[in-house]
C-alpha cells in the first residue's frame, strides 16, 4: 500500500522560512510528477508547486521566488524550501504524486494527509 507523508508544518512568523518534506513508501515501480498543494480555511485546494521526474519545477505565481521544490528520486522523496513566508501562506500543505505500484499498472494520484503551515506573529 502506498502512502505519502508530509514533516516539517508548524508555526512561523512572517519573513520566516519553513521546509516541508515528503516521503513516499509502499509497492511504488515509478514516481511521476510530484506536487505541493495548499488549502486555507474557506477555500478550494490550490496547485503551489510541482517538479516533474527530470526536475522541470513550476509554481503558483504567488511563491515564485519564495517557494522552492525539489526531489530525490533515488529516495521517493520531495521538499518545498518556503522563504519569506507571507500571513496569506498559512494553510494545509499536501503532498501529491502520480505514480505506478507495478509495471503494469495505471498511473494513479495519491495524496498525503497534510501538514499544517501557520505564518502569524
Known amino acids: 500500500q502506498v502512502q505519502l507523508v508530509e514533516s516539517g508544518g508548524g508555526l512561523v512568523q512572517p519573513g520566516g522560512s519553513l521546509r516541508l518534506s515528503c516521503a513516499a513508501s509502499g509497492m511504488i515501480f515509478s514516481i511521476g510528477t510530484m506536487g505541493w498543494y495548499r488549502q486555507a480555511p474557506g477555500k478550494q485546494r490550490e496547485l503551489v508547486a510541482t517538479?516533474?521526474?527530470?526536475?522541470?519545477?513550476d509554481y503558483q505565481d504567488s511563491v515564485k521566488g519564495r517557494f522552492t521544490i525539489s526531489r530525490d528520486n533515488a529516495k521517493n522523496t520531495m521538499s518545498v524550501l518556503m522563504n519569506s513566508l507571507k500571513p496569506e501562506d498559512t494553510a494545509v500543505y499536501y503532498c501529491n504524486a502520480d505514480l505506478r505500484e507495478w509495471f503494469n499498472s495505471p498511473w494513479r494520484s495519491y495524496w498525503g494527509q497534510g501538514t499544517q503551515v501557520t505564518v502569524s506573529s
Open positions: 517538479i516533474t521526474t527530470g526536475g522541470i519545477t
